[in-house]
């Protein structure tokens, strides 16, 4: 029974001690001078233990200093020199990592990470981190550039961009220049960013950047040149064009002279698909002629059936007797005409006349003599 005890309180001091809060963090840490870095250090919350105080501190030429605390009153930055420039993250819980900014050569040095928990009995746990933190200056590196989304052709109007981008110590400086004629270059901005609101033809041309920084020694470094292409309204117009169907004609022909064999080819201009529009104003006017004709053919039946239908014509030999005629009574026509040769049979000494004066009356009468049709 003696053995038995004894392995259980050893499992139990095991699990007791491996339930305790514990930090995790690096050995070293390496920061660009300028620049920013990290120093991690984090636990896993154990229950029953609640944090108390979080300190960082840095150990330079055989002296301590503590940068940062937070306790029940808050944070508080204890070195004016890191005043502005470290932080800790909060309402995060298990994170103490401490954030350095515009690192300096001299926060090279020892960090540790401290952190007091108290448990339910009211005792204290401490714990410790130590990270070494190594400040180097890094020269830029040779940069590269990016365009924009739309590439490096686009049309005359368009807007675009081209940004220079280098690794290294910051600041970085960059410069763009635009090649000339005779291997010059024209300085045209000493800006990361080369930019154009609405480009013009003449931008096209090929273009280059530089950085440096201080940590380089004066060392520049140039980026490999890159050609910007802006096309006009009219060659853009031309492309799409020929994108949608351009059609162009190319055909050869050989003849026999008088000199010899010729060979002639000829080389038809591209045709461009005509347009909808001209297939509606074909069928437009193709509607008006056929209209007129159907009101032309339609007039002439008009004319046809009014020829067509019976005319008659009324004849008198003598205005007098027109004269003597009631308004209100119709005489027919060939009763007048039977009278009137009937009073000239009763009196033909009387009525006689020359052959050519009858023969001009008996035509007269012919044409004036009707019937119905």
């Avoid at 698909?273 to 209209?291: K, V």
């Avoid at 039946?301 to 308004?327: G, I, M, N, Q």
Wanted: proline letters at 6%; aromatic letters at 6%; a neutral charge.
């Amino acid at each position: 029974m003696g053995e038995v005890g004894w392995i259980v309180v050893f499992v139990m001091t095991f699990i007791s001690c491996n339930a305790l809060p514990d930090l995790s963090g690096v050995h070293q840490v390496t920061g660009t001078w300028m620049g920013s870095t990290t120093v991690p250090c984090t636990y896993v919350s154990s229950e029953g233990f609640t944090q108390q105080t979080l300190s960082w501190s840095v150990e330079r030429d055989s002296s301590i200093s503590t940068i940062f605390r937070r306790d029940g009153s808050g944070d508080h930055i204890l070195l004016a020199k890191f005043r502005g420039r470290v932080s800790v993250p909060k309402n995060s819980p298990g994170d103490a990592s401490l954030l350095i900014e515009n690192l300096e050569m001299p926060d090279n040095g020892h960090y540790t990470c401290q952190v007091i928990w108290r448990s339910r009995d009211n005792s204290l746990i401490t714990r410790e981190v130590t990270t070494t933190v190594k400040v180097v200056k890094v020269a830029a590196t040779k940069p590269i550039i990016r365009a924009g989304e739309p590439g490096l052709t686009l049309p005359a109007g368009a807007s675009t961009s081209l940004t220079c981008e280098a690794r290294g110590s910051p600041p970085i400086s960059y410069r763009w220049f635009r090649s000339a004629p005779a291997g010059r270059a024209e300085l045209l901005s000493t800006a990361a960013e080369l930019a154009w609101p609405s480009l013009r033809p003449s931008d096209s041309g090929t273009y280059f950047c530089e950085a440096e920084n201080r940590a380089g020694a004066g060392a520049v470094q140039r980026s490999d040149a890159v050609q910007l292409t802006v096309t006009d309204l009219l060659t853009t117009t031309a492309a799409l064009q020929r994108n949608v169907g351009t059609i162009g004609g190319h055909h050869s022909t050989t003849g026999q002279g008088e000199s010899g064999d010729r060979e002639h080819t000829v080389t038809g201009s591209p045709r461009v698909a005509p347009s909808p529009l001209l297939y509606g104003l074909a069928a437009a006017l193709g509607g008006a002629a056929l209209g007129a004709l159907l009101a032309a053919a339609l007039s002439w039946w008009r004319r046809r059936r009014r020829k067509e239908e019976p005319l008659y014509a009324v004849a008198f030999h003598s205005t007098a007797d027109v004269a003597l005629l009631p308004t209100e009574v119709e005489v027919p026509v060939k009763c007048q005409h039977e009278e009137m040769r009937s009073n000239a049979e009763k009196n033909p000494m009387k009525d006689r006349k020359s052959p050519e004066y009858e023969n001009l009356v008996t035509a007269m009468e012919s044409q004036y003599e009707t019937e119905g049709i």
